[in-house]
């Protein structure tokens, strides 16, 4: 597992890196060749080299039996850092196709150059081995969603959104970092896989490493939205654009719970058992917090940014089981959580710019202008509900499993509650698409190709891994014997 030099298994290692910077420049140079007329095409360019880019990375860079550390040491090539750079990959094509129609980027260069900067921020999130990588590789991610949460300059509620997220993003990195800062002065380095060794020799109190690691959760919590440190989420959701409300929360919620795993099983594995208890807690805050507030919503967005708020909750519970199962219920989770919640943002997408509003009155009478747009918000909430034959099916039922194998029965129950108050503002806002009236109804809704395209391989996505999900379940395997 040691660094090697720089040589052609290092090239191939990084190659979805070296394909994220090259797309990213060539969309720079474009944006300022092309016509205004031609600028549309950017969305059609950055999702196709999104999509080439993934293909090539699983042709070319699946890891050996054996991980190994590149760039120095910097960077950790394995399962974990290749599914979740995949997961990453996916998710930003479908931004890309969302944000083609979408009036505030559709014909902005420098938004699917943001785009691309943030994706290449996670996948070195995935595969940071490293505290100083890994602390850039945050912050590279995180600048250009604040810039994309505020990318409306003349509304209100965009610019507030990318004050409040820079504002509260900016606070929890310098407590991570503070954390972080503290690990290297106990340990003398900055190499994560190195860290627990030198930590686990006994000259340290429990209390200083509850209290370091206390620290580094609070920039992990801001990344995937749980409970204390959710507040963010509701009101930047709202005011972002609606493609990068979905990007959001789903991708860097990902790319959040990539970092969390590697670093609470590598760095502080002698600590365990007072950890879990913790994010057992916060694991049922989250759910609790995020469905009960979700009820009250009368905007789709916002309800969806407390249901967001929630599925982490979820997401959680397979994390504190700290087991195979529990890591492979999580990352499995993750992946059927992107293709339900990006379609159900696309969905938001489509009808907000049709009728100029977000509020769930909107939706009166979508299923007769829109059939097959309804169909999809039916699959999109009822994967997040948990219901059969969907993926969020499977996903649940793996992590409530995960748990009671950790004899964590207590949270799979919990969870179980949480799901059934879950279904019942989901089957609300369907309860609007399907059975209320609008004066609109007739007024059949436009749906650009682009769209189309993006929802129909996330619906296809969502019943896959419903159904078909032995493959999808053994790359999460495969990902979570990485860390164990």
């Not at 990588?133 to 590279?140: K, P, S």
């Not at 190195?194 to 959760?217: D, E, K, N, R």
């Not at 719970?257 to 099983?265: D, G, I, P, Q, S």
């Not at 499995?332 to 009155?361: C, K, M, P, Q, W």
Request: charged share 10%; glycine share 8%; hydrophobic share 55%.
């Amino acid at each position: 597992m040691a660094a090697g030099p720089f040589n052609a298994t290092m090239i191939l290692a990084i190659l979805p890196q070296i394909g994220l910077l090259a797309l990213g420049v060539l969309v720079s140079i474009l944006d300022l060749l092309w016509k205004e007329n031609q600028k549309r095409n950017l969305g059609w360019l950055t999702a196709s080299g999104l999509a080439l880019i993934m293909v090539l990375a699983g042709v070319f860079t699946a890891p050996a039996a054996q991980p190994v550390l590149v760039f120095g040491g910097m960077l950790r090539h394995d399962w974990l850092s290749f599914v979740f750079q995949m997961i990453f990959l996916f998710g930003a094509a479908l931004t890309a196709l969302f944000a083609m129609d979408s009036e505030p980027l559709s014909r902005k260069g420098e938004a699917y150059m943001l785009l691309v900067a943030a994706t290449l921020g996670m996948t070195l999130m995935a595969s940071a081995a490293d505290l100083i990588m890994l602390f850039l590789a945050i912050e590279m991610t995180s600048i250009p969603l604040y810039i994309l949460a505020g990318f409306i300059v003349g509304d209100n509620k965009s610019t507030e959104s990318g004050f409040k997220y820079l504002l509260f993003g900016a606070t929890t990195s310098a407590v991570m970092l503070y954390g972080f800062s503290l690990l290297y002065g106990f340990a003398g380095t900055t190499q994560i896989y190195q860290l627990a060794g030198i930590l686990q020799q006994g000259q340290f109190s429990t209390f200083t490493l509850i209290a370091v690691l206390m620290l580094v959760l609070v920039g992990f919590s801001f990344k995937v939205s749980a409970v204390p440190f959710h507040f963010w989420a509701p009101d930047v959701y709202e005011g972002s654009p609606t493609p990068i409300a979905g990007f959001l929360s789903t991708a860097s919620k990902a790319a959040g719970f990539a970092v969390l795993m590697r670093f609470l099983l590598v760095v502080f594995p002698m600590t365990e058992h007072y950890w879990i208890p913790l994010l057992a807690v916060i694991s049922t805050a989250t759910m609790i917090v995020g469905n009960t507030l979700a009820l009250a919503q009368k905007n789709v967005k916002r309800l969806l940014a407390y249901s967001s708020i929630a599925q982490a909750g979820y997401m959680l519970i397979g994390v504190a089981s700290v087991s195979p199962l529990g890591i492979t219920a999580s990352v499995f989770y993750l992946t059927a959580y992107l293709v339900t919640n990006l379609a159900a943002f696309g969905v938001v997408t489509i009808v907000g710019r049709s009728t100029g509003s977000d509020e769930l009155s909107a939706y009166a009478g979508l299923s007769r202008r829109a059939p097959g747009l309804a169909m999809v918000f039916l699959v999109a909430l009822l994967s997040l509900g948990g219901i059969p034959p969907f993926g969020g099916f499977v996903g649940k039922i793996l992590v409530f499993a995960a748990a009671i194998n950790s004899n964590l029965i207590w949270l799979a129950v919990l969870g179980i509650l949480n799901s059934i108050i879950a279904l019942y503002y989901y089957l609300m806002v369907l309860k609007v698409v399907y059975l209320y009236r609008s004066e609109d109804e007739n007024r059949p809704l436009a749906i650009p190709r682009s769209w189309a395209i993006a929802m129909g391989l996330c619906v296809v996505g969502i019943l896959l891994l419903g159904t078909v999900f032995g493959p999808w379940y053994q790359w999460s395997v495969t990902a979570a014997s990485s860390l164990f």
